[in-house]
């Protein structure tokens, strides 16, 4: 599975096997034989091309069907907009938010969305 994912994301990202090995640091005849299923990538390449790809390796190991890491996009996506990471991120203040909070705060966001781009 990892062979078939790695392949289908590469392309997907309009990669060659020769910018993904440059991202990964190996070389594309490494690629090549992922893809091919001769050999496997260890742990350390498997987080590079997880992170290359935008991706995770819970999905490229198969253990999950969520292809984008999203939340690792919205954390970078925060950052560069200057927010503080601790406040947005924090679990344990998570962990304590009720469910009509939760919706409360749902609701907030959409108005914001439809606020700057009305359909």
Same mark, same amino acid.
């Given at each position: 599975?990892?062979?078939?994912?790695?392949?289908? +994301?590469? @392309?997907?990202?309009?990669?060659?096997? #020769?910018?993904?090995?440059?991202?990964? !640091?190996? *070389?594309?005849?490494?690629?090549?034989?992922?893809?091919?299923?001769?050999?496997?990538?260890?742990?350390?390449? +498997?987080? @590079?091309?997880?992170?290359?790809?935008? #991706?995770?390796?819970?999905?490229?190991? !198969?253990? *999950?069907?969520?292809?984008?890491?999203?939340?690792?996009?919205?954390?970078?996506?925060?950052?560069?907009?200057?927010?503080?990471?601790?406040?947005?991120?924090?679990?344990?203040?998570?962990?304590?938010?009720?469910?009509?909070?939760?919706?409360?705060?749902?609701?907030?966001?959409?108005?914001?969305?439809?606020?700057?781009?009305?359909?």
């Amino acid at each position: 599975m990892v062979n078939q994912r790695i392949r289908s +994301l590469r @392309k997907k990202r309009r990669l060659t096997q #020769t910018m993904l090995a440059d991202k990964v !640091g190996v *070389s594309a005849q490494v690629v090549s034989n992922w893809e091919r299923q001769y050999t496997s990538p260890d742990l350390e390449d +498997l987080s @590079k091309i997880a992170h290359a790809l935008h #991706t995770t390796a819970d999905y490229l190991l !198969g253990l *999950s069907d969520e292809m984008e890491d999203e939340m690792r996009e919205i954390k970078q996506f925060l950052e560069d907009k200057g927010f503080d990471r601790s406040v947005i991120f924090d679990k344990q203040s998570w962990l304590k938010v009720q469910p009509e909070e939760i919706n409360q705060i749902e609701n907030y966001f959409k108005f914001l969305l439809q606020q700057n781009h009305p359909s």
